[in-house]
């Protein structure tokens, strides 16, 4: 019999059709979710050309009539697939229901309660809605899920008509004002870029606006710290470079200025050969402008340290002299200090 039907015919069956599909995720539990169950039920009917079965539109042929048997086998497949998406409690009270028809119409008096409490908690959630720390895709999936909940409560006109044209433009002004006025403060430049347009954007083209902007600064985000470190990796390097062509007139070596000549001004505490007071040496430096080394106390702290240095290594097969002490510095050292150069040589320069 189904394939006397043509497959526009409310009474054609697909052979994908059975009694076991579930056509909506969520069940039917009671006023809480009929709304969003309705619609999800309406939407999988209309795409199984069943809608006809439901609001009356295909009624039930007469006895005797060739298409009987055919509309009584597409009422049952309408009824298993509603029986399948309510819970328990209400599958009890239609399981004795011999009409889609009928039932279909005692669950929308039973659970389809629109009344002023929802609409209002709706127009409060859709005022009090913010951006926050929400992504701008975030947020406008938010408000227009609350905008499509407020559409299916409330019906507005689609005729043709001028009014009708007018009351849906203003409803689309609404609500890009309410998408706007819900955005960070951060974005107030872009907010009012989009106010000034004539005319006004639509909210969708509002959206796309706005997260390109966040697009953007996102990526400005991440770009800034790398074109610092760039800047900074060539301040230094000039800095390094200015230093190397400093000369020093006191010590003729290069790095520093006859200023800060540690010869002269004397050497700070963590340099090498600062001498700790309480060494018992001449705190003193020798200042001789480069012609020399140290005073006596310096020279004694010196012979003394490569004594105490040949009586460790004593009894050991190598020792080395103070020309190969030296001759190692020199070697681990930079230019400066195969210069003769002992301001160059500190950890915090170099380290």
Known sequence: MANNCSFNDPLYIHPSDTPGMNLVSDPLIGVENYGIWSRAMLIALRAKNKIALIDGSCLRPPVGSQN???WERCNALVLSW???TVSKEIFGGIIYASDASSVWTNLKEQFDKINGSRIFSLHRD???LTQGNSTIPTYYCKLKQLWDEYSALV??????CDAARRYLEHDQQQRLLQFLMGLNDSYMNVRSQILLMNPLPTVGQAFSLLSQEESHRALSSVEAPIAAFYTNK?????STKDRVNLFCDNCSCNGHTKE???KLVGYPPWHNLYRAPNKGLNKKVYRDNGKQGRISGDANFVEESIAAQSKISAG???IFTPDQYAEILKLLGN???QNGCDQCFSPREFG
């Open 68 to 70: 009987l048997l055919q």
């Open 82 to 84: 509603i029986m399948n």
């Open 126 to 128: 859709i005022g009090r």
């Open 155 to 160: 019906i507005l006109p689609s005729c043709e």
């Open 234 to 238: 060539t301040k230094a390097g000039s």
């Open 260 to 262: 800060n000549c540690y």
């Open 316 to 318: 050991a097969p190598h």
């Open 335 to 337: 230019h400066n200090i």
